[in-house]
T-cell receptor
Framework: GAVVSQHPSRVICKSGTSVKIECRSL??????MFWYRQFPKQSLMLMAT?????????EQGVEKDKFLINHASLTLSTLTVTSAHPEDSSFYIC????????????FGPGTRLLVL | EDQVTQSPEALRLQEGESSSLNCSYT??????LFWYRQDPGKGPEFLFT???AGEEKEKERLKATLTKKESFLHITAPKPEDSATYLC??????????FGAGTTVTVRA
C-alpha cells in the first residue's frame, strides 16, 4: 500500500493564531513531500516541495514566512500556517512521493482550515 | 509553462452509459501523466500513471490511454459509486505535478 495520513482533518482557529498540520507516510519512506491548497470547486495548487533535511522550495506567490514547512524525517512533514487570517481558510492537502514508482505522489485526506 | 486542460467540466451519466473524459496537455519533458479520483472533502486517490504514447492501463470499469498530446479516461458501464471528480496531472522533469481543473462525473441509478 501507499498510505498517507494528515492530522488534524479539520481545524477552526481565531485570526492571528498559528496552526500546524502534520503529514505522514505510514507504510513507505517518502523521497519528497508536497503541500497543496485547494479552494472550493477548483483544482489543486502546489504550494511547496520539501525534501527530508533540506529547506522547502516554495512556488511563486507563496509566502515562505507565512507557510512554514519542516521535513524532519522520511515519513513526516509539517506545515505551519503562522498568524492565520480568514483568507487562509482553505483545504490543505499533502502528498508523498515514492521514487521507486517514478515519484508517484500519494495524497493525504486533507485538512480543512477555517480561520475566524 | 506546463498546461493541462480537461473536458468536459461536468458529465452526467445514466448507470451503464459509457463515456470518455479528455485531458489535453503541453509539457516540456513529460515524465508521466497521472489520473486521480477525488471525492468531495477528501484527498485525491491515485488511479493510473501513463509514461509513453500508446500506453493503456485498466482498473475495473476505468481505462486510461495516452497519446503525445492528450489522454483519455474511458468509463465503461459506470455505476453510481463511480461518481467523483477525476483529475489529470502531468509530471515534468522536476517531479512536480500540474493539475487540470478536473471533470466531475455524476452517475445516476
Amino acid at each position: 500500500g501507499a498510505v498517507v495520513s494528515q492530522h488534524p482533518s479539520r481545524v477552526i482557529c481565531k485570526s492571528g493564531t498559528s496552526v500546524k498540520i502534520e503529514c505522514r507516510s505510514l507504510d513507505f519512506q517518502a523521497t519528497t513531500m508536497f503541500w497543496y491548497r485547494q479552494f472550493p470547486k477548483q483544482s489543486l495548487m502546489l504550494m511547496a516541495t520539501s525534501n527530508e533535511g533540506s529547506k522547502a522550495t516554495y512556488e511563486q506567490g507563496v509566502e515562505k514566512d507565512k507557510f512554514l514547512i519542516n521535513h524532519a524525517s522520511l515519513t513526516l512533514s509539517t506545515l505551519t500556517v503562522t498568524s492565520a487570517h480568514p483568507e487562509d481558510s482553505s483545504f490543505y492537502i499533502c502528498s508523498a512521493g515514492r521514487r521507486e514508482i517514478s515519484e508517484t505522489q500519494y495524497f493525504g485526506p486533507g485538512t480543512r482550515l477555517l480561520v475566524l | 509553462e506546463d498546461q493541462v486542460t480537461q473536458s468536459p467540466e461536468a458529465l452526467r451519466l445514466q448507470e451503464g452509459e459509457s463515456s470518455s473524459l479528455n485531458c489535453s496537455y503541453t509539457v516540456s519533458g513529460l515524465r508521466g501523466l497521472f489520473w486521480y479520483r477525488q471525492d468531495p472533502g477528501k484527498g485525491p486517490e491515485f488511479l493510473f500513471t501513463l509514461y509513453s504514447a500508446g500506453e493503456e492501463k485498466e482498473k475495473e470499469r476505468l481505462k486510461a490511454t495516452l497519446t503525445k498530446k492528450e489522454s483519455f479516461l474511458h468509463i465503461t458501464a459506470p455505476k453510481p459509486e463511480d461518481s467523483a471528480t477525476y483529475l489529470c496531472a502531468v509530471q515534468a522533469n522536476d517531479y512536480k505535478l500540474s493539475f487540470g481543473a478536473g471533470t466531475t462525473v455524476t452517475v445516476r441509478a
